[in-house]
């Protein structure tokens, strides 16, 4: 069964850093392609970054320059370095990938920028 578990959310002040984590199990992320989105209170769930199999990395305009996507094959898992946060980051953050036709989920980990 595929599992996809978000870590690494909580609150942080404008202009910090944060390095959120998505594990998966039942699935080899490196033969998959990977991406983040996030959903703000009151908003529709959006696209933030993606890798693909082959470790080529897109990102939203509203994150570009101060977010990183990366993999780490040997612990399946992917990663968003996310710097200079700013309040309107606040969100939702998940990840989702597809495998045999069938997308999954996690279940999302929150991030709050807020002084």
């Known amino acids: 069964q595929v599992q996809l578990v978000e870590s690494g959310g909580g609150l942080v002040q404008p202009g910090g850093s944060l390095r959120l984590s998505c594990a998966a199990s039942?699935?080899?992320?490196?033969?998959?392609?990977v991406g983040w989105y996030r959903q703000a209170p009151g908003k529709e769930r959006e696209y933030v970054a993606s890798?693909?199999?082959?470790?080529?990395?897109t990102y939203a305009d509203s994150v570009k320059g101060r977010v990183t996507i990366s993999r780490d094959n040997a612990k399946n898992t992917v990663y968003l370095q996310m710097n200079s946060l700013k309040p309107e980051d606040t969100a939702v953050y998940y990840c989702?990938?597809?495998?045999?036709?069938?997308?999954?989920w996690g279940k999302g980990t929150l991030v709050t920028v807020s002084s």
């Open positions: 989702k990938t597809n495998n045999n036709g069938m997308r999954y």
């Open positions: 039942g699935i080899i992320f490196s033969i998959n392609h």
């Open positions: 890798i693909s199999s082959g470790g080529i990395t």
